[in-house]
């Protein structure tokens, strides 16, 4: 029997290796956030044209599809957790080198070179979680990876202001404080376990059960057979993600993350101020109101992962669906009718921001972290973020032009019209996976 001091420290042990490869996240989203600080110093020291400077911004967006896309590859072939440490090398080098950077050039591929670290991280950190975690506390610590994206979004503003009136150069330390986290992040990974799913594919059984002891004693050797025996039954040509019996999963994930961005979340993060000045706002209220939109995202997404174990991903996501429809509806009707009452839209946004945050937000990497099978975890996980962040770059590139030739109303009557969608999609496609095993949800989703 385990006593409860022993449990305690179990409990301990996942919690921590869980704060440790969520500070992937928390680069990931300072990593994206950063750079609005330092933008238009940028294109000042370098004269950029407008064309460079949009490629500028942009060029670490173009790492981040790639490194998604191509992320799940060395997940699978050195493990989780070495992974995550070239993630962590990559961080600490586009930080270091694009702060001191004597040319645009070498600023560029440092840019990139950061942009492959948060696509990688998007696969790697909440798979490896996943996999960790216990079924009851599993969609919360998943969670505190979008949490700390949310987190570092917030620590960048913060970052940026404080070093604003630093000197001349005070883009590059704006850009150059990333090393110390990204130090931090590199350590800390030494600290913590290979995954024990990832050794058991590899056939190191008695590596994984001496993990599994430190998360459950009690269950270490059930759970071990439990994924021998699911291994076995993946075995062979199965191990294709493109297999007819991972259809349903495949579905699953890219429709979720398709309508993550096509709920708008980005082109309303990236253009809130544009969004509020249509509305007849000046730029100063236009900018306050894009900094309650992050506090409210930061909130809300910490609300998310406190209650996803009790309420359920499928449950967040319907209550989630209807607040969006109703919000994005009510910010249509504002603009075809040109009633904005002064702060209407930015309010109705808070409320759309909240909703967001606390179900799709929180609800993405846990969901699709959940169901796959072991055999192609990582294959479904890069799936679903490369999908991710490619409709996100589609949306954000195509919302000025949406904006500026459709209107706002038509626009957001289209973000809308994509939400009754999700609903559909929750209510009759997406199953719940909440307090299940990982083995268990995979082999109700996989066709045999």
């Not at 294109?43 to 064309?51: D, E, G, I, R, S």
């Not at 699911?230 to 429709?255: I, T």
């Not at 973020?385 to 954000?396: C, E, R």
Request: charged residues 10%.
């Amino acid at each position: 029997m385990v006593s409860p001091f022993h449990q305690s420290i179990v409990k301990n042990n996942v919690f921590f290796w869980s704060i440790v490869v969520a500070l992937g996240g928390f680069l990931f989203g300072f990593d994206t956030a950063v750079i609005s600080g330092a933008e238009k110093a940028i294109q000042q020291v370098w004269n950029l044209t407008a064309w460079e400077h949009g490629f500028t911004i942009s060029i670490a967006l173009i790492g981040t599809v790639i490194g998604a896309i191509f992320g799940g590859i060395p997940s699978d072939a050195l493990g989780r957790r070495r992974t995550l440490t070239w993630i962590a090398v990559l961080y600490l080098v586009s930080a270091v080198g694009a702060a001191l950077s004597p040319a645009w050039v070498p600023f560029m591929i440092f840019r990139f070179l950061g942009g492959l670290g948060v696509g990688a991280s998007s696969v790697t950190a909440p798979l490896y979680i996943s996999e960790v975690s216990p079924p009851e506390s599993r969609g919360r610590m998943v969670g505190m990876f979008q949490f700390n994206v949310v987190f570092g979004i917030l620590m960048a503003y913060l970052s940026n202001y404080l070093l604003k009136d630093i000197g001349p150069d005070a883009w590059r330390w704006m850009l150059g404080v990333q090393a110390v986290p990204s130090i931090a992040f590199f350590l800390l990974l030494f600290r913590i376990p290979e995954s024990p799913r990832w050794l058991l594919r590899q056939h190191r059984v008695e590596d994984a059960r001496a993990v599994f002891e430190r998360i459950d004693p009690a269950t270490a050797n059930e759970n071990v057979q439990t994924i021998l025996v699911a291994n076995a039954a993946e075995a062979g040509p199965g191990e294709s993600l493109w297999a007819p019996q991972y259809r349903r999963p495949v579905l699953l994930a890219v429709l979720f993350a398709m309508f993550n961005q096509l709920a708008g979340i980005n082109a309303i993060i990236y253009y809130a101020p544009r969004i509020f000045e249509m509305t007849g706002l000046g730029q100063g209220t236009a900018l306050l109101s894009s900094a309650g939109i992050g506090l409210v995202n930061f909130c809300f997404t910490l609300l998310g992962v406190n209650i996803i174990d009790r309420f359920g991903r499928r449950k967040l996501m319907l209550v989630g669906s209807v607040g969006l429809i109703a919000t994005l509806g009510l910010v249509a009707r504002a603009f075809y009718l040109q009633e904005f009452g002064g702060m209407l839209v930015p309010v109705l946004l808070f409320v759309y921001i909240g909703f967001f945050a606390f179900s799709q937000g929180a609800v993405i990497w846990v969901f699709i972290s959940e169901i796959f099978p072991s055999a192609v975890r990582a294959k479904g996980q890069a799936l679903g973020s490369s999908t991710h962040w490619v409709m996100a770059a589609a949306i954000a590139f195509t919302f000025p032009w949406f904006a500026e030739h459709l209107g706002g109303g038509n626009t957001f009557a289209f973000f809308c019209a994509m939400m009754v969608l999700q609903l559909l999609y929750v209510w009759k496609m997406m199953p719940e996976t909440k307090g299940t095993t990982l083995e268990a949800a995979d082999k109700a989703l996989v066709l045999h």
